[in-house]
């Protein structure tokens, strides 16, 4: 489902006399339907890059990006949307609100762009936001105002709103208590049952080993280490 050959990745830093600074080479890595896998390495190894070079936010230099059938390194703009809004599902720590939406129509969004009918939508946003705690009261607001919590779980929600067959996960359970904690791995392990394809970044050691089936140490793919 996600099949990444021979990536890599450079970065040009433009207000420091154009330096080139290599950051990947030859990243492969294959992960299927109903497979987790977790990315390792220390600090800096890369891990955030490679998920964003998944994600289409960052153009690979070399290599291929395959997510289902499209090749994320060569897709025009409007397939790459297409594909985020079908297969491809990513889910940070942060959400980016958007201002006077109501959180139920925040979470509802990602159903409603694939065409599922509004009531149906909004039901499964209700399901989710119910299932993480957040408090019916608030569920007509913005999160604008939400707590840093709150905010990371209506994120949640939001990402696991629509069933992608593809997910990227980045620190999903970071700063959540453990109750919430236990119902985002839960979310994880039914989304891996219907068969999503998964890669994330698990700081939380305990999680990590609870979800991702193996790991993929980033640091194999930094150019120092690349053959
Ligand atoms: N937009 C960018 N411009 C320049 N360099 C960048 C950019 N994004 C990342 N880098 C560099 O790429 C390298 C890998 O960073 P990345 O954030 O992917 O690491 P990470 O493994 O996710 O680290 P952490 O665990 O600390 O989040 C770092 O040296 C970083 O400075």
Redesign the pocket.
């Known amino acids: 489902m996600i099949e990444l050959n021979n990536v890599s990745k450079s970065?040009t830093?433009h207000n420091q006399g154009s330096a080139v600074?290599p950051?990947m080479e030859g990243a492969s890595l294959s992960v299927k339907p109903s497979e987790c896998v977790g990315l390792i390495?220390?600090?800096?190894?890369?891990?955030?890059?490679?998920m964003r070079v998944i994600y289409g936010n960052?153009l690979a230099a070399s290599g291929s990006v395959m997510v289902g059938g499209t090749d994320v390194a060569t897709a025009e703009p409007r397939e790459i949307l297409e594909l985020r809004r079908h297969t491809l599902g990513y889910v940070s720590q942060f959400l980016r609100v958007v201002p006077r939406v109501a959180t139920l129509d925040v979470v509802a969004e990602p159903l409603l762009a694939v065409g599922t009918p509004v009531n149906a939508a909004r039901d499964k946003a209700a399901s989710l936001l119910a299932q993480l705690n957040i408090p019916e009261r608030l569920w007509s607001l913005s999160p604008t105002t939400f707590s840093g919590g709150e905010q990371q779980r209506v994120n949640i929600a939001r990402g696991f709103a629509h069933d992608y067959p593809a997910l990227l996960l980045d620190e999903p359970t970071a700063s959540l208590d453990a109750q919430n904690r236990a119902t985002v791995l839960e979310l994880i392990a039914g989304a891996k049952a219907r068969g999503a394809a998964i890669v994330g970044?698990f700081?939380d050691e305990t999680a990590r080993e609870q979800v991702c089936d193996r790991f993929i140490n980033?640091s194999a793919f930094s150019p120092r280490s690349a053959a």
């Open positions: 970065f830093l600074i950051v390495g220390a600090s800096g190894a890369g891990k955030s890059t490679l960052y970044i700081h980033v």
